[in-house]
Structure formats: structure tokens, C-alpha cells
């Protein structure tokens, strides 16, 4: 069964730092593409930042140079290292890989306060 847990969340002021992260299970974590998501209250999930097998990145033009998406592999986890974080960043934050379908964690909330 696979699963994907998010943790790190949390309430940060704008300007500030916060490190989330995502421990996978019942899959061969070294193998997936794994991403990170983001929703805003009212708004649509939207990819923040992808990371392949082999390490390569990409990132949302929103957070290019402030976030950097990161994996361990011998820890199964995945990594969001967030800084220079804004009051519009604030969102639930969701870890997500496809397989045969698209898995996704159950979020983590982060509030960034002006």
C-alpha cells in the first residue's frame, strides 16, 4: 500500500524559513519522480517544484530561488526547504507521485503571517 505522509508545517512570518518534508512507503522511493503541491483557499493545486529519480529539478517560476526541492533516498523522504517565504505561500502543502495512478499525501499546512 502506498502512502505518503507530510510533516513541518506550519506558522512563520514573512521573511522566514520552514522545511517540510514527505516519508514514502510501499513503493521504490529511489525510482519515482516525486513532486510537491500547493492550494490556497479558493484556489487550484498548483506544482511548486518536481524532482526525477536521477535528482533533477524544476520549480514554479513563483518560488524559483526561494524554494529548493530536495530527496533522501535512504530515507525514502522528500524535501521542501522554503525560504524568503511570503504571505502568498501560504497554503496546504501535498507531496505527490504517479504510478500506475496518482498518489497523494494528506497535506501540511503552511501560514505565512505579514
Known amino acids: 500500500q502506498v502512502q505518503l505522509v507530510e510533516s513541518g508545517g506550519g506558522l512563520v512570518q514573512a521573511g522566514g524559513s520552514l522545511r517540510i518534508s514527505c516519508v514514502a512507503s510501499?513503493?521504490?522511493?529511489?525510482?519515482?519522480?516525486m513532486n510537491w503541491y500547493r492550494q490556497a483557499p479558493g484556489k487550484q493545486r498548483e506544482l511548486v517544484a518536481t524532482?526525477?529519480?536521477?535528482?533533477?529539478?524544476n520549480y514554479a517560476d513563483s518560488v524559483k530561488g526561494r524554494f529548493t526541492i530536495s530527496r533522501d533516498n535512504a530515507k525514502k523522504s522528500l524535501y521542501l526547504q522554503m525560504n524568503s517565504l511570503k504571505p502568498e505561500d501560504t497554503a496546504v502543502y501535498y507531496c505527490?507521485?504517479?504510478?500506475?495512478?496518482?498518489?497523494w499525501g494528506q497535506g501540511t499546512q503552511v501560514t505565512v503571517s505579514s
Open positions: 505527490q507521485t504517479r504510478l500506475a495512478r496518482d498518489y
Open positions: 510501499g513503493i521504490i522511493f529511489s525510482f519515482a519522480h
Open positions: 524532482i526525477t529519480s536521477s535528482g533533477s529539478t
